[in-house]
């Protein structure tokens, strides 16, 4: 490192706001990497222990009621951040405002799944345990208090309380498995999980508001401001529901369809593809913003950061998903063991989505710069369409792999569709099918595959 970049990293160390962003986003990165790594160990540990059918009928619930959260949001959570950062003179009045219409929201999504659940032609376990998962949203109300602290920087206290919950809920799910327990016992966690962390954001709140603190903050509540963030926030709970949907529908269709058992195998093969998806969001994080800023700068060199970008992220999920098809049977077998064997042949479709989803996320980052949401909410809502009509007609003739299929296919033909009308889009799918092609590029090119000529 020469000494003029020395220099930059002292002055710019020297500065207290750039500390305080730092050390904001290392707690978050932090407490991210932890929480996934405790989660996916002492998930595989309950996995093995629940055996398909009874993991199959725990995820089949939290599919069912994820279908519903964007309603109990409001799709409040995307925008308050931003809200409380332009707003801070009204801070308590949105503080009390966003709960009671999240609180209205939850209150109005249980109704629903309580009502349609009943109509449902499932079993009283599986029902009681939707119920059970369901009941969890009430308390995701308290979320504005992460909000608060985001706008805040003062993430910390929000990656304490998660890191505390993630803790308890892991100490709590070993605890159970070793005495044996029943699988109501692990819907019953879920539902502690958000009590743990809601009252874990209460602590932190009054110990950073001190004195001063009011719990009677979410007493207030302002008619205008309400009709403001509404206004705001439909088009997102549209957007919402959608994504939920092609996410989620699967899950909720092999119960239906077939069995809890196919559920099961599903929901593993699942996680196991999407326990790569952090990585594009984390690196995006980390230097997306430098990216935009070019874009005023100097244009050209803009286009080369983007081609760029997605090679990365691209060359990354051909990795991840090549390694993967390979060794999804050795790695399925050595974490869940041979009683979900069946979740590797879906692993090895389930995968290549990441191909599509890793590169995505800058097309998803630059909607959002562009103001092209509704562009977006075009093509999440043909994406679910999609998804649902082909796992009607795979499920019955695949099982679980059609499902794969169907997922597959809803990630990618809707923004190939959507290029042919949307610039922005096009160019973005452009560069993904270049990146797709990074080594012969590189044999035809070598040093000069960054020319801007060739962008």
């Excluded at 050595?334 to 995968?351: C, M, N, Q, Y």
């Excluded at 909410?377 to 082909?390: E, K, M, P, Q, T």
Aim: hydrophobic share 55%; glycine share 4%; net charge positive.
């Amino acid at each position: 490192m020469d000494i003029s970049a020395k220099l930059t990293i002292k002055k710019l160390w020297g500065h207290e706001t750039f500390r305080h962003y730092f050390a904001n986003t290392s707690w978050l990165m932090g407490d991210q990497f932890f929480r996934m790594g405790i989660s996916f160990v002492v998930g595989v540990y309950v996995a093995r222990y629940l055996g398909p059918e009874r993991l199959g009928i725990l995820n089949y619930a939290i599919s069912f009621t994820g279908l519903f959260k964007e309603i109990a949001t409001l799709g409040l959570d995307r925008i308050a951040v931003r809200e409380l950062v332009l707003k801070e003179n009204k801070k308590e009045q949105l503080m009390g405002t966003i709960f009671w219409l999240k609180l209205s929201g939850a209150i109005l999504a249980f109704s629903l799944i309580a009502i349609t659940i009943s109509f449902m032609n499932d079993d009283a376990l599986s029902k009681l345990i939707v119920i059970i998962v369901a009941c969890s949203l009430l308390f995701q109300t308290f979320m504005v208090i992460d909000f608060y602290f985001q706008s805040k920087v003062l993430s910390k206290y929000a990656a304490i309380a998660q890191s505390t919950q993630a803790i308890i809920s892991a100490l709590i799910k070993v605890f159970l498995v070793l005495i044996q327990a029943p699988v109501l016992y692990f819907a019953m966690v879920l539902l502690l999980d958000n009590a743990i962390l809601a009252i874990g954001l209460l602590f932190f709140y009054t110990r950073t508001k001190g004195n001063n603190f009011r719990f009677f903050t979410f007493r207030n509540f302002d008619w205008f401001l309400a009709k403001d963030l509404m206004k705001d926030a439909w088009p997102l709970i549209l957007s919402g529901l959608a994504v939920l949907i092609y996410m989620r529908i699967d899950q909720v269709m092999l119960k239906q369809m077939i069995d809890s058992q196919a559920v099961g195998q599903y929901a593993v093969a699942v996680r196991l593809s999407e326990t790569w998806y952090f990585i594009p969001a984390l690196i995006l994080q980390s230097v997306f913003p430098a990216i935009v800023l070019l874009k005023k700068e100097n244009a050209a060199t803009y286009q080369v950061r983007l081609q760029q970008l997605h090679d990365i992220l691209s060359l990354m999920a051909f990795t991840i998903a090549i390694i993967t098809t390979f060794f999804a049977k050795d790695i399925v077998g050595f974490l869940f063991g041979p009683k979900f064997l069946e979740a590797a042949s879906i692993l090895t479709v389930h995968i290549w989505a990441g191909i599509f989803v890793f590169p995505g996320n800058i097309r998803a980052n630059l909607i959002i710069v562009e103001h092209k949401q509704m562009v977006a909410l075009v093509f999440r809502v043909i994406g679910a369409i999609l998804n649902v009509g082909l796992n009607l007609l795979l499920i019955p003739r695949y099982g679980p792999v059609g499902a794969a299929w169907a997922t597959l296919a809803s990630y990618t033909v809707p923004v190939c569709l959507i290029s042919f009308f949307d610039p922005l889009i096009k160019t973005t799918m452009i560069m993904t099918f270049k990146a797709y092609f990074l080594p012969i590029r590189l044999l035809l090119y070598r040093k000069a595959i960054y020319e801007v000529a060739r962008i």
